[in-house]
């Protein structure tokens, strides 16, 4: 069969692909190994009663302009937002990140009085930032090596926005983009359960520690979300992350799109250094002149494609190119809301992000236990409990757990993950959640451990990297994935790249998949369709 | 008479800069709290903080005449990697003691990064263009930045785009695998700074060293005959010879402040000396904060230099011998080449975990060389050891230090503890209290991204100006840093001279 | 884990009660609240015109609790808040106040405040943004301490013709020879009472300041006094019609705190606002003062002035253009003046608009029974304040 472009993969990034190119006219395919859409974006029923959004879990990053062009609120998508968040501390003592700035103004306050000053400064540096960076997401990034008009004009525009910055902020910004996540805290910030619980932002997902350098970077990544259009706040999506992947599949469906899920890639058809088509695993053939892959770059070209088709220099760079999963998670169905030692009563910090931390250096010495092969002993936990806001996801007075893990080794030093092992790291994560809720380990009823090798094998991200690749900076912008191959088109003609393993990388964000539909439909002499404002 | 221009401390740098005034025609006073010049290069308290120093920048030495003035280099120092196996001996591009495979693969990213740092040496020796608010000149030496790194080719552009703020692991981990070779360069990559071999921006610390032409080999160390003492000789000759004075046992205590022009200066016990131009060979923090003093700059300005990073790093550590050892698979020629005792990236790595959390390293990675007399002398730089350090710097933890030293060496150098009769410590804390150098940090400041080029020291500060007219950096806090270049004392006198003619 | 103790309760949400709060409530009948630093502080109360004139004829009350309060103490005080300010604060003698505005490293305004000088080592600052981090930095290096005191003190502005009278029939003996930018100690009912004789609405005024756990003796005490001088409690709304007419400027109002914007561009310097008065720059260094030595030398790029318009609708919100057709400003604070009887308007205007005698218009919005019109209004740039009364300054004081 026949079509005018297929998607490999229906996680978000491919979906959202898929959606613009439906919208533009193509006839298009998604094909999908799994036999449910959402890739890492998923809401799964794992026991009965209960939804897991057993991967991704929070979204803050999904780009409010593909949001409104793919129509995703009209096929069924709700983003709700969070409230507040807290840390808590092995002296039984709280910090509440409060949303509401008059009482997160208190709230530092009653820690130290500085630091309610210090944590304006702070958040202004980093809000600076985000107004910097943030246009650029949704742009292709310039090849600076290229002396092409457009690459040439991009890399103007983009020293513009930086020299309008004046002298003082650009350096700023240089700092921002190279600095420690440690560092740039201690600048502004003295209590360390305060710096604690910012500081987690700086390494979610990464094979970096608070104290190494581009973390303050990495901060900035999650930061960037928009609920609602105010910066840095983050959400559900009601019905778990599947929704939004489910309103892009209907969305794309709607727009004429068709979607096969249950078989995978086999290889893709090149001739004469053309894509032609995809031969799935169940022997499955379509063809195509136009394939987009959104698996993450190492399973497109090293698993995928005749090394013969590739470029000598293209095939290193994407060996080169840096995985390292990071993270794990543990979804938890829990028989009621557990409790916490150190809350107050009627704490409404619970319904946001908790944390287990005295200070950075617990996160930097989790860090030291992954560099050398070990889960950490006292891990970086993002805990959260949905049900209290979305009734969705369990029966009620049920809850809902996901405890995302940071950090947890793809390769253990001591050999391959087994279930011993995974008992034993899940082991240690409920001992830390229960070193500050008595009740929580008793309220059980359900759980799924996911170590960086499961996720590689269920959703396919290579070494359970989260981001589909590092995100350091020889891995962004015109560096990501490979240096000269960062606007979406592979060595092969017709062959295309829309995963977070391109610019502006990873997060549910929608971004490369948008950026990645750009550049195809210009190929072809088209435009994107963004919607009323664009 | 009052002389021109007064320079504070007699460094390498500090000397370079007078003896260019000098040539210029300026009567200038290099004051120096040691009763003897030379800085971190020179002898204090039975040691000296900077053994092995690369080579004095060509230009530099070429324009001033130093050979004139007696100096001269001997061949480049090898580096000679002890691990567990053999000496892995490592000359520039050349290396002996690897397998083939490795020495090719070696060679091939030497070829590579010297091309690259090649590009970032031609920075070395101007003064960096102001990021915005600057003239036609900055936007044209902007320009030739970005043109020199596009002149590379397009390959070597990209290549230098991915790795320059990237980590010397995966770099030598890609190209070559980790053991000694690999520990030697990583070794060249963080020692004096405050990052292990996995931390991003180390590529860049590499870059920079080998961007360095001293020894007329990219990023080698090179000894003066004769030692630092004849390098320091030779630069007070070369000031002296253009009428320049240099007054020792002279301490510093206060940069006077005009009407915010800089006056003079004052000395411990009084003294006033006065002169319309001052440069600084001290370190940013000690020149703003301690001498100009506070109040005489803006608060941003004392918050930049408060905040900078310059937690030192290198405790160095010289025993003194009752012989000189034998060492397995080296002449006695090679026991004063440079010896690194690094066997690995991840033991750099682990000594740097322990120094990040203000604590000792149980295995420090070490840079060292024996010095030939009587009795004959180990040097040794021992990283990473914090300035700071958590449990203070007491007996105990230097005992701790020294032992924790000497066991790395034995097993690289069995039988050398037995031939030990005293030991000379100079932790990053004495480093500070004894040349007033904050963090006891080599480089006077953090060599990263966020600290180079025109933000070294800081951003709006980098032309070598400081807030104060006539008062100028011209220590390795400035652009372009540390080692043993004289780049930044000689562009801080370029730039003392360029505003002293547009002045006029 | 340790045992558990008490956890700490959840700071509260929401408004924040000053000292006084319980007496503005009760007299606050259009419970019209604004947030003031997280303090709920009366808007209106009744009706804004009334507690407006109430201000230009009788005494009203304020509550200026929410302030932000620095004591700032120790053997270099002086120093350090010279460092600070553009004035000459060895000027001010103690038991005086002055009006500062403080510059960053740009030259640009970090803000304005009132500085009380309270000994020869201790000053505080009155500030609308918070300023510890500012002063911390400022401090830095200095033998004084700087803290954060503004829950310490509880704060009244007593303002107008009869508020010298008042105080007098309080008992305040020798307020009659307060001099403007008097401070003074007072005891009232055995409870420790601070005057300066300072304001915020080019009028006779006083503010008091007091324990907060004194403020409701006070208060009432106030009240009972000036019940016969017509004693009124106002809100926001009225000050700030007083406040524009008095030609004082508001952060965040007039212009944007060096410190606080986030779009490049934003920040704006003392001879931008037409405040070069505040600047002494042949004192000792302070912050800003080398890039303000050189802007005073430049030409501004624009300029906050003072606009007087024809027709009779405050032109809030509005652009201003050159010839009707050249955008060349707008408007930051309006108001139809009451007491001048004229209109009157601060604008930012770009510089080559900005001097007197140009051909200035003001757009404005009109709404008239749901239809929106739009009128161009000349516009005049004339000299700030809009008001001042003589009784300002009189000493003593007349008692109306």
Known sequence: ?????????????????????????????????????????????????????????????????????????????????????????????????????????????????????????????????????????????????????????????????????????MAETVRFWTMSIAEFLDQYLETDILKAHLAGSGIIGTGLGPCSPGTAYVLLHHYMGEVDGSIGAWGFARGGMGAITRAMADSFRASGGEIRAGSG?????????????????????????????????????????????????????????RFRGSSGKLNIALDGMPTFNAAPKGARFLRGDLHFLDDMEEIERAYDDWKEGRWSSSPYVDFLIPTQIDPTMAPPGKHYATIFVQYAPYTLADGPWDDAKRAAFAKTVIDKVSRHSADFEGLIVHKEVRTPADIEREVGLTEGNIFQGELTFDQLLFNRPVPGYAQYRSPIRGLYMCGSSTHPGGGVMGAPGANAAREVLSDLGRRIDMGAAA | MSPDAI?????????????????????????????????????????????????????????????????????????IALGAGAPVRIDGGRVAGVDAATAAAHAALHRRLARQAGALGRMLL??????????????????????????????????????????????????????????????????????????????????????????????????????????????????????????????????????DRVEGVRLAGGEELRAPLVLSNAHPRRTLVDLLGVAGIDAEDARRARVMATEGMVARLDFTLSALPEVAGLTSADLGERLVVAPDMQV?????????????????????????????????????????????WTKASRDRLAASVLAVLEEAMPGIGARVTGTEIATPADIEARFGLPGGHWHHGEFRVDQMLMLRPFGGAAQYRMPVAGLYLCGAGAHPGGDISGAPGWNAAGQALKDGRAAK | MSAVKTAHPPVPMGLQPTPFHDRIAAANHQRGWMNWMGFASASVLDTVEFEYFAIRNQATVFDISPMMKYRIAGPEAEAVMNRLVTRDIRKLKPGRVAYVIWCDEAGNVVDDGTVFRLSDTEFRLCCQEPQLAWLD??????????????????????????????????????????????????????????????????????????????????????????????????????????????????????????QTHLRPGRARNPYELGLDWLVTLDKPHFNGRRALRRLALEKPKRKLVALEIDRDKAAHHALVYHRQKKEAGFVTSALWSPTAKRNIAYAWIDAPYADAGDDLWVEIYLQRELIWQRRMARARIVERPFFRNPRRTATPPADF
């Open chain 1, 1 to 169: 069969m026949t079509y005018d472009a297929i998607i490999v993969g229906a996680g978000h990034n491919g979906l959202t692909t898929a959606c613009f190119l439906a919208r533009a006219g193509l006839k298009t395919l998604v094909i999908e190994k799994n036999d449910y859409v959402g890739g890492a974006a998923v809401s799964r029923e794992l026991t009965p009663g209960w939804t897991y959004s057993n991967c991704s879990y929070v979204c803050s990053l999904l780009r409010p302009e593909i949001i409104r062009a793919l129509e995703l609120p009209k096929f069924g998508l709700q983003v709700i937002p969070y409230e507040s968040g807290a840390t808590f501390n092995s002296k039984g003592e709280y910090f509440n990140y409060a949303s509401d700035h008059d009482a997160l103004r208190r709230e530092l306050i009653r820690h130290n009085p500085r630091d309610a000053d210090g944590y304006e400064r702070y958040s202004r540096a980093v809000m600076k930032q985000c107004r910097f960076i943030k246009p650029l997401l949704l742009r292709t990034a310039p090849d600076p090596a290229s002396f092409r008009p457009r690459d040439i004009s991009e890399l103007l525009h983009i020293g513009k926005r930086f020299h309008d910055l004046g002298e003082r902020d």
């Open chain 2, 348 to 392: 750099i790595e682990t000594a740097f975990n322990a120094a990040k959390y203000r604590e000792l390293p149980a295995r420090p990675a070490l840079e060292c060389t024996f010095v030939p007399g009587e009795p004959p002398r180990l040097s040794v730089s021992a990283q990473f050891v914090p300035c700071t350090l958590k449990a203070g």
């Open chain 3, 137 to 258: 930095d400022i401090a830095w290096g200095f033998d004084v301490t700087v803290e954060d005191v503004s829950q310490g003190v509880a704060g009244l502005a007593l303002q107008g013709p009869t508020s010298f009278a008042v105080l007098k029939d309080m008992g305040l003996v020798g307020v009659e020879t307060m001099k403007p930018f008097d401070i003074r100690e007072f005891k009232v009912k055995a409870k420790a009472l601070t005057v300066s004789r300072t304001g915020f609405t080019g009028d006779l005024g006083y503010e008091l300041w007091m324990a907060p756990e004194d403020a409701l003796t006070v208060w009432d005490y106030l009240m009972e006094a000036g019940h016969l001088r017509g004693i009124r409690v106002i809100g926001y709304e009225a000050l700030d019609m007083a406040r524009i007419e008095a030609g004082f400027l508001l952060p965040r109002v007039d212009f944007v705190s060096s």
């Open chain 1, 265 to 321: 890639l086999d290889r893709f058809l090149v001739a004469n250094g053309r894509v032609t088509g995809v031969v799935l695993e169940n022997g499955d053939e379509f063809r195509a002149k136009t394939v987009v892959s959104g698996m993450d770059v190492r399973r497109t070209f090293i698993d995928h494609t005749d090394e013969a088709d590739l470029p000598e220099d293209f095939v290193r760079g994407v060996t080169r190119y």
């Open chain 2, 126 to 259: 101007k003064t960096p263009p102001r990021l915005r608010d600057g003239g036609i000149a900055d936007l044209i030496a902007l320009g030739r930045m970005g043109l020199s790194v596009r002149m590379l080719g397009k390959a070597d552009m990209r290549d230098l785009l991915r790795i320059v703020l990237s980590n010397v692991w995966d770099l030598l981990n890609d190209e070559m695998g980790d053991g000694p070779l690999a520990g030697a360069l990583a070794m060249d990559a963080t020692l004096g700074g405050a990052m292990g071999p996995r931390s991003p921006g180390t590529v860049l610390a590499l870059l920079y060293r080998m961007a360095g032409q001293g020894a007329g080999a990219p990023g080698q160390r090179a000894m003066p005959q004769g030692g630092p003492e004849a390098l320091i000789g030779a630069l007070v000759k070369a000031v002296e010879a253009s009428g320049g004075a240099v007054r020792t046992g002279a301490l510093v205590e206060r940069i006077l402040l005009g009407d």
């Open chain 2, 7 to 79: 320079v504070i401390g007699a460094g390498h740098n500090g000397l370079v800069a007078a003896a260019r005034l000098g040539q210029a025609g300026r009567k200038v006073l290099v004051l120096e709290a040691e009763d003897r010049p030379g800085g971190l290069l020179g002898e204090a308290g039975g040691l000296r903080v900077a053994a092995m120093p690369a080579g004095l920048n060509p230009e530099i030495s070429r324009t001033l005449a130093l050979h004139r003035h007696g100096l001269r280099y001997g061949k480049p120092m090898t580096t």
